[in-house]
């Protein structure tokens, strides 16, 4: 199953990925839109069953790299509301943060999952409700666009196995660095806590392992650095790079 999130922007462009029978998820519409094609697209999404969301001007500034930016935007993967088996068969990165103790930068790390264009994340965190709201907040709402899981390591490792994807940590040691291994594959890439690392009994349940070198004496990356090297390299391999900024 073809999970592979990316943005669409304007009508010509998503009108052309649902001539296509392409997974459209969400359309973001401006309050006030000029353009007068932006009406039948949005009765045809509705018509299919598309969420709609209207979203105001300073959040497409935000959104949009285009200039000007532009007045409808779509989201093309897997519902942000999937399953977490779901997910799990189809392809693309799912990252597993495991022990993280700040919701601050579990929303970091949720943003970084999303701007790569990861399948989704899962969380193994002792939040509450607050610190779960906290790190959806920090992470400028990617919970809108992705799917987040908040469900254990231990419980998330064996149904990705099931799923027949690679379950391989990331950590300071390990096999291979992350451009000497294949990403392109259906990955579980499972991140560690700021202080701690990843558990031992979640480190027993991989596979692999990937190595994020470091030169300096500070001994770790923070969580979201760490995953940006690697998200950043499985870009690379995909192609991913090669796209146009309001086309990824």
């Known amino acids: 199953m073809n999970l592979t999130r990316r ?3 304007g009508v010509g462009a998503i009108s052309a990925a649902l001539d296509a029978g392409e997974s459209v998820q969400l359309l973001l519409v401006a309050e006030r839109p000029a353009d007068t094609g932006i009406a039948p697209l949005v009765a045809r999404a509705r018509a299919s ?7 105001s001007e300073r959040a497409f500034l935000r959104l949009s790299t285009s200039h000007p930016p532009a007045e409808v935007l779509g989201l093309v993967g897997p519902s942000p509301g999937s399953s977490l088996e ?3 068969t189809g392809d693309g990165l799912v990252w597993q943060l495991s022990g993280l103790g700040y919701p601050g930068n579990t929303g970091f790390a949720i943003r970084t999952a999303e701007v790569s264009g990861a399948a989704g994340i899962v969380i193994d ?3 509450d409700h607050v610190g779960r709201r906290e790190a959806v907040r920090a992470s400028m709402r990617a919970d809108h666009f992705i799917p987040v899981f908040w469900e254990t390591a231990l419980e998330a490792i064996p149904k990705a196995q099931h799923a027949g994807r690679a379950v391989w940590a990331v950590e300071d040691v390990g096999d291979a660095a992350p451009w000497e291994v294949d990403l392109t594959q ?3 890439l499972v991140v560690g806590g700021e202080r701690h690392g990843i ?4 480190i027993e349940r991989c596979d692999a392992s990937i190595r994020i070198p470091m030169r300096g004496f500070v001994p770790s990356y923070n969580v979201q ?3 940006a090297i690697v998200a950043g390299e499985h870009l ?3 192609g991913a790079t090669d796209a146009a900024p309001d086309g990824r």
Do not use: K, N
């Open 49 to 55: 069953g598309i969420e709609v969301r209207v979203t």
């Open 199 to 202: 558990p031992a009994t979640v």
């Open 7 to 9: 943005r669409l922007a």
């Open 225 to 227: 650095a760490a995953m």
């Open 86 to 88: 779901t997910i799990l």
């Open 125 to 127: 965190s002792d939040f």
């Open 236 to 238: 690379r391999q995909t």
């Open 186 to 188: 259906p990955l579980l």
